[in-house]
């Protein structure tokens, strides 16, 4: 068969993520002060754009009962629409939160019950909180004046960068009276202050929560393997199988790795809500955007029919033509932004009802898929609408993510919220007698008393992620108060 040069005439269909596309899509991500901050740039950049009055009825979507039906959009807006739910996987995901970072345990502290307005506005230093606990643990009045220059020696996330010898040497005290001062500092709360590395500070949680076994030791001694994922040389090290390393590995990310940033006596940055949730007459929900921090764009016709007059050179009239397309385009993209906001809220909040009228315990198992295939929209369409967006009710302001929580077993066979769950350990720690703290085990036996069939590791992880310390932390803590 001869070999020979030949044309072929193919005909293929492919996605184009043009500027526009990715721009828009982009903003779905957005919360209301990023669009505010967006919306200023845009106004300085495009002459033909200007403020306009905020509307009332702009974004307004009242429900009843069960009702949460939208406007439909017109033509064009429903062509936007249908182009921005789409798997865009092949744009930037700058704003995924990835586990293998180690910042993401300690941030992810505050998603769990982000009641923002029941956060206190200022708390202790870290200094000022250690300093209130030291008395109980040290040996001696001298053992405790040690403790207190090492604990002013302290950076802001908790460790101890100065050497020991010259600390003992500046003190006039022989080094293995620093060394037991730093072991009654490192005892202290919040677990892993008073290390001298990362190491250390994870080593030190493991060991308050009795997981710090040898393959737990080979795993947190080699942490550049771990930075590298090198995990077929550390299972090897560990002597573990996947599953135990995938455990080992989820563990050592939920320890915080700069324990000492939880305390600081700085108030903390208000969160504005972007959607605004309140109960009507019917019994129902009214449900708008928060558009006090949401300028209303126009296009400023008359002063583009000014320079359209005085544009005579072609270079001129396809500039003024861009601009104008730019503010028309910006204008219907914020449009279908609100409108898909809102559409992806009315379907939580219809899901969640429970919870918005009796609390947390009625908070069900919900996922992004079932919110996505309610609403006919891409789950990555919704993902993007749900970042970075709080909303504000009667119970508080929560972001929209914290609606989305995993199930675990229950009685009924419905399975129950995570949150809820998390919410039945609070109540139960709370309410222990000083003189018999709870156990894990414990725990678990009072929590299938009432129907939730859950393990043991499940119970200490959801404590862990609730800020709860563990029983011994938690003696330690009403002994320390005189409770």
């Known amino acids: 068969m001869a070999l020979g040069p030949r044309l072929d005439l193919r005909q293929t269909q492919s996605l184009v993520m043009t500027p526009q596309l990715q721009q828009a899509i982009k903003l779905l991500a957005l919360s209301n002060?990023?669009?505010?901050?967006?919306?200023?740039?845009?106004?300085?950049?495009?002459?033909?754009?200007?403020?306009?009055?905020?509307?009332?009825?702009?974004?307004?979507?009242?429900a009843a009962d069960d009702d949460f039906s939208l406007p439909e959009p017109e033509a064009d807006a429903g062509a936007g629409e249908a182009a921005l739910d789409i798997d865009a996987g092949a744009l930037d995901r700058d704003r995924d939160t990835g586990d293998g970072e180690w910042g993401s345990a300690a941030g992810s502290l505050g998603s769990e019950m982000p009641d923002l307005e029941n956060r206190a506005d200022a708390g202790p230093t870290l200094a000022e909180h250690l300093l209130e606990q030291i008395g109980a643990v040290a040996g001696d009045a001298r053992e405790e004046f040690i403790a207190h220059h090492l604990i002013g020696l302290l950076d802001e996330a908790g460790y101890l960068a100065a050497d020991l010898r010259e600390v003992a040497g500046s003190l006039?005290?022989?080094?293995?009276?620093?060394?037991?001062?730093?072991?009654?500092?490192?005892?202290?709360?919040?677990?892993?202050?008073?290390?001298?590395?990362?190491?250390?500070?994870?080593?030190?949680?493991?060991?308050?929560a009795d997981r710090y076994d040898p393959c737990m030791a080979r795993l947190i001694d080699n942490l550049d393997l771990v930075a590298k994922g090198e995990f077929a040389r550390l299972k090897r090290m560990c002597d573990v199988d996947d599953e135990d390393f995938a455990d080992m590995l989820s563990e050592l990310r939920e320890y915080d790795p700069k324990p000492g940033l939880k305390y600081g006596g700085s108030a903390e940055a208000a969160v504005v809500p972007d959607i605004l949730l309140s109960s009507n007459e019917a019994q129902g929900w009214d449900i708008k955007i928060n558009e006090a921090t949401l300028p209303r764009l126009v296009v400023?016709?008359?002063?583009?029919?000014?320079?359209?007059?005085?544009?005579?050179?072609?270079?001129?009239?396809?500039?003024?033509?861009?601009?104008?397309?730019?503010?028309?385009?910006?204008?219907?993209?914020?449009?279908?932004?609100?409108?898909?906001?809102?559409?992806?809220?009315?379907?939580?909040?219809?899901?969640?009802?429970?919870?918005?009228?009796?609390?947390?315990?009625?908070?069900?198992?919900?996922?992004?898929?079932?919110?996505?295939?309610?609403?006919?929209?891409?789950?990555?369409?919704?993902?993007?609408?749900?970042?970075?967006?709080?909303?504000?009710?009667?119970?508080?302001?929560?972001?929209?993510?914290y609606f989305f929580t995993s199930g675990v077993g229950s009685a009924d066979g419905e399975g129950a919220s995570s949150e809820a769950v998390k919410a039945r350990i609070k109540t139960l720690t709370d309410a222990e007698d000083p003189k018999k703290i709870l156990s894990d085990d414990k725990l678990v036996e009072l929590l299938k008393a009432e129907g939730f069939d859950i393990a043991r590791r499940t119970v200490a992880k959801y404590r862990e992620a609730m800020g709860i310390g563990s029983s011994v932390q938690r003696r330690r803590a009403k002994k320390i108060a005189g409770i």
């Open 300 to 401: 400023n016709r008359e002063y583009y029919v000014e320079l359209k007059g005085g544009c005579t050179d072609k270079e001129s009239r396809a500039w003024l033509g861009e601009k104008l397309a730019d503010a028309n385009w910006l204008i219907k993209a914020l449009d279908q932004r609100q409108k898909t906001i809102l559409k992806t809220a009315a379907e939580i909040v219809k899901q969640q009802d429970g919870f918005f009228r009796r609390g947390v315990s009625e908070l069900k198992p919900l996922t992004l898929r079932e919110v996505a295939e309610a609403i006919e929209m891409h789950e990555s369409t919704v993902s993007r609408v749900t970042s970075n967006k709080y909303l504000h009710c009667e119970r508080g302001t929560f972001e929209l993510k």
């Open 33 to 62: 002060l990023e669009i505010e901050t967006f919306i200023g740039e845009a106004l300085e950049a495009n002459p033909l754009l200007e403020a306009g009055e905020v509307s009332r009825e702009a974004g307004d979507q009242s």
């Open 172 to 208: 006039g005290v022989m080094p293995g009276e620093v060394e037991r001062a730093l072991e009654a500092v490192q005892s202290l709360d919040p677990t892993g202050v008073g290390a001298r590395s990362l190491s250390e500070c994870l080593a030190l949680q493991a060991k308050e």
